[in-house]
Nanobody, 115 residues
Framework: QVQLVESGGGLVQPGGSLRLSCAAS????????MGWYRQAPGKQRELVAQ???????NYADSVKGRFTISRDNGKNTVYLQMNNLKPEDTGVYYC?????????WGQGTQVTVSS
């Protein structure tokens, strides 16, 4: 089992920034895929950013150029730096870790972008 704990969500004005953190209970280099997903009320969960063990990084088109996923191996932590936030970025952000067909999820952290 892999435990994931997200933090860093909150209320921010449009154009502002937040950094989300995801602390994992295992060495993140043993995980095939680490990612951030988000889900707005009444909407499907969508991939925001993904970091693979190959070091390949994938971003949703809507966040390219604004969000950055990174990791700190010493802290077993993955980050999502979110800049120039927009109201449409609002949602619950979930950290995920796993392998094809086997995913683990954090509890989620709320991000609200509003003036």
């Amino acid at each position: 089992q892999v435990q994931l704990v997200e933090s860093g969500g909150g209320l921010v004005q449009p154009g502002g920034s937040l950094r989300l953190s995801c602390a994992a209970s295992v060495n993140i280099f043993t995980i095939y895929s680490m990612g951030w997903y988000r889900q707005a009320p009444g909407k499907q969960r969508e991939l925001v950013a993904q970091l693979l063990s190959t070091l390949t990084i994938n971003y949703a088109d809507s966040v390219k150029g604004r969000f950055t996923i990174s990791r700190d191996n010493g802290k077993n932590t993955v980050y999502l730096q979110m800049n120039n936030l927009k109201p449409e970025d609002t949602g619950v952000y979930y950290c995920s870790a796993g392998w094809p067909g086997r995913d683990y999820w954090g509890q989620g952290t709320q991000v609200t972008v509003s003036s």
